[in-house]
């Protein structure tokens, strides 16, 4: 069965700190891997996917994220993060049936 | 780039009444869309894949009886929650999934729809 783990509930961060957050995955296939931010109140925006190739995959917003099959991590990565990244963030899997399956969800604050 | 329009945003209706939420896809069409439920502070639980033309899909625990969808055309799902209850006030989200670019598929989601059951 599939399953996402987020293991980081919240992460606080300085403005223009480095941010790592942390995703890994159980799937029995070759997985389709997303990230995506969710501002207060709003629906899901896609920051960066993974579907194959090569493995460092780049997004918007100056995101980027990592697979990793020998850990099944994805984390996902921002060298300076500016106050307006303060969300919460959903790593997800895609199985065979398309269906997403999320994470709990880290949410971020960023301190000025 | 694709876009999903999701109305309405926000929503209060009082307890017993029935509350229609719609899905669209604004420049593409989409056979396939798919309904989940967030609660606060929560991920995102799939609730029913719908698809255009058929019956809508429904995961373990979801009362299809409570959650009619309906998906009468390649850009439009509905989801009707009926008689509702407070307990059934929740952030509810869409998506539609399209073909991307590398032939995978990719779903778009809508802005949400936020009920409240008073």
């Known amino acids: 069965a599939q399953s996402v783990t987020q293991p980081d509930i919240h992460i606080t961060v300085s403005e223009g700190a480095s941010l790592e957050l942390r995703c890994n995955y159980s799937?029995?296939?070759?997985?389709?891997l997303f990230w995506y931010v969710q501002s207060p109140g709003q629906g899901l925006q896609l920051l960066l996917k993974?579907?194959?190739?090569?493995?460092l995959v780049q997004g918007i917003k100056g995101f980027e994220a990592e697979f990793k099959r020998s850990q099944s991590s994805f984390n996902l990565r921002k060298p300076s993060v500016h106050w307006s990244d303060a969300a919460e963030y959903f790593c997800a899997v895609q199985t065979g049936a398309n269906n997403l399956f999320f994470g709990t969800g880290t949410r971020l604050t960023v301190i000025p | 780039g694709a876009v999903v329009s999701q109305h309405p945003s926000w929503v209060i209706c009082k307890s017993g009444t029935s509350v229609k939420i719609e899905c669209r896809s604004l420049d593409f069409q989409a056979t396939t869309m798919f309904w989940y439920r967030q609660f606060p502070k929560q991920s995102l639980m799939l609730m029913a894949t719908?698809?255009?033309?058929?019956?809508?899909?429904?995961e373990q625990g979801v009362e299809k009886d409570k959650f009619l969808i309906n998906h009468a055309s390649l850009t439009l799902s509905t989801l009707t929650v009926t008689s509702a209850h407070p307990e059934d006030s929740s952030f509810y989200i869409c998506?539609?999934?399209?073909?991307?670019?590398?032939?995978?598929?990719?779903?778009?989601f809508g802005a949400g729809s936020r009920l409240t059951v008073l």
């Open positions: 799937y029995g296939a070759t997985p389709y």
């Open positions: 719908s698809n255009e033309g058929s019956k809508a899909t429904y």
């Open positions: 993974y579907f194959s190739g090569d493995t």
């Open positions: 998506s539609a999934k399209r073909q991307g670019l590398s032939g995978a598929n990719v779903l778009t």
